[in-house]
């Protein structure tokens, strides 16, 4: 261990594995260092890294399915394993590594799990590597690459963190994109679109369908609500929830995570959005009034666990549509509007 350098330390993570009908796929161990112990401009510099919006997800499948191109789905194995390191970084040695070895450390070269910049590393590592194949990178979303090719064909590629969607009307192209990113790095090609993100695609004759089952059942059991009496709407009809101070407070870090997965969930239920909104509003003082409402949505999902977004097949055009409407001063709070829209891709719902 060089003089000076206080090396962070690191643990062995184990985690389950599961299928989109919830069985188990396979167990993973990961060796995660603590880098909630490295300190800015010395241990790291940079961290952001972007990732791909759900909008643009949903363009993606609408493009897709209007044009009837296929959908493939690929999976990067330890993606921040591939990034490559421009500080100098070092760490404890792993439990089990090595006995008889007192005072020696481990020298990062490449990025590990847990460590601020690993998400910078691989992004910048993969964008590099595929913009050498020749693809673009978007202007308007920096996870999407295409590429163009003579006879007028596309290849699109949308990627979310070492989850990659790939689509278009060059099945030749996309083949070689799948070796040349083999070669680069550790791919498992998962075939055609199915699981994304928590999200289950689904084929039929009348197009696409998006559905949450089994996030929502998970969250079900994990509340205890799975076996609870189920409700037809997701909030009271002319609720107005307030800033109740008579109402005793809650754990304000069991409702954050309950509204922030929620919240992801309203990606593929539209029907729950505007319930959501409404409990968001209450993340920094929740009470046992907001929890009630939030319980409310979870008994609405219990009654409604399979309801679905559909992109239908093809369609006359994809003209840009936009609904909006206003709640004038609603709140009882402070008299703000709440505005409502809803964006089209021709028949197809985006945002």
Not at 45 to 66: G, H, N, Q, Y
Not at 251 to 268: A, F, K, N
Request: proline share 3%; glycine share 8%; aromatic share 12%.
């Amino acid at each position: 261990m060089p003089k000076g350098v206080n090396p962070m330390g690191c643990r062995w993570v184990y985690n389950l594995k599961y299928n989109a009908d919830g069985s188990l796929e396979r167990y993973k161990a990961r060796l995660v260092a603590k880098g909630y112990t490295q300190t800015y401009g010395i241990d790291y510099l940079e961290t952001f890294a972007p990732i791909a919006k759900m909008t643009m997800v949903r363009i993606l499948l609408s493009l897709a399915d209007f044009y009837g191109w296929q959908l493939y789905q690929l999976d990067v194995k330890n993606a921040f394993l591939h990034g490559d390191l421009e500080e100098e970084v070092f760490m404890e040695q792993p439990l089990g590594f090595k006995e008889g070895h007192k005072g020696e450390v481990c020298k990062l070269k490449k990025a590990l799990y847990g460590l601020k910049q690993s998400p910078r590393a691989w992004f910048d590592r993969f964008s590099k590597a595929i913009k050498l194949m020749g693809y673009q990178q978007s202007r308007g979303d920096h996870t999407l690459f295409f590429k163009h090719s003579k006879e007028g064909k596309l290849t699109v590629l949308l990627v979310y963190v070492d989850d990659i969607i790939v689509t278009g009307s060059n099945l030749e192209e996309q083949q070689a994109l799948k070796g040349n990113l083999a070669q680069n790095f550790e791919i498992k090609d998962l075939e055609s679109l199915k699981y994304f993100l928590g999200i289950e695609v689904a084929y039929s004759k009348e197009g696409i369908f998006l559905s949450q089952r089994k996030y929502i059942l998970d969250l079900l059991k994990e509340t205890g609500l799975l076996g609870g009496k189920g409700v037809c709407t997701p909030v009271e009809p002319n609720a107005r929830l307030s800033e109740d101070n008579d109402s005793p407070p809650v754990d304000r870090g069991r409702y954050q995570r309950l509204v922030g997965r929620l919240i992801y969930l309203s990606h593929t239920r539209p029907d729950i959005t505007y319930s959501v909104s409404l409990v968001s509003q209450f993340m920094h003082c929740p009470t046992e009034s907001h929890m009630q409402a939030v319980r409310r949505i979870l008994c609405y999902l219990k009654t409604t666990p399979g309801k679905r977004v559909i992109f239908k097949i093809g369609g006359d055009s994809l003209e840009v549509q936009g609904y909006t409407d206003v709640d004038y001063a609603g709140l009882r709070m402070d008299r703000r509007s709440t505005t409502d829209y809803c964006m089209f891709l021709g028949e197809k719902l985006i945002s």
